[in-house]
């Protein structure tokens, strides 16, 4: 009975080492995941404080005057970029109708040519 009772005890002790093995080895885990985090956090936020400080580096630079001064300069570039398009596209097609006529002019001459080349009967 003592045997019984000493090997129960035993097993129930062996059983709980073994879940306290396992809760500790999972709390070693968390503990070391969240080290991780903590780092990839502090990176993050040094890199988000280094982009600010640049954005606001660039901001100081320019004065509210320049700034509309530059979107104003950008509009006017981007409405004349627009016209250069369309002009383009109006010298394209112009381009391609005179082709047409040259080659229609070409066949009109070489159809002459060929007349006075070759007079055939005289009516």
């Not at 129930?12 to 879940?19: F, G, I, K, N, S």
């Not at 954005?55 to 981007?78: H, P, V, Y």
């Not at 060929?114 to 055939?120: H, S, V, Y």
Request: charged share 30%.
């Amino acid at each position: 009975m003592t045997q019984a009772g000493d090997h129960q005890f035993c097993t129930l002790a062996e059983h709980h080492d073994e879940r306290e093995a396992t809760w500790r080895e999972r709390a070693l885990n968390a503990e070391d995941a969240l080290k991780v985090a903590h780092t990839k956090i502090l990176a993050q936020r040094i890199r988000i404080g280094e982009l600010i400080g640049q954005i606001c580096d660039l901001r100081a630079g320019w004065t509210e005057e320049a700034i509309q001064r530059i979107t104003a300069e950008n509009t006017n570039l981007k409405q004349r970029v627009r016209q250069l398009t369309t002009d383009t596209r109006t010298l394209d097609e112009r381009l391609k109708a005179a082709r047409s006529n040259l080659r229609f002019q070409d066949r009109h001459v070489a159809d002459l040519e060929a007349r006075i080349a070759d007079p055939g009967p005289a009516t």
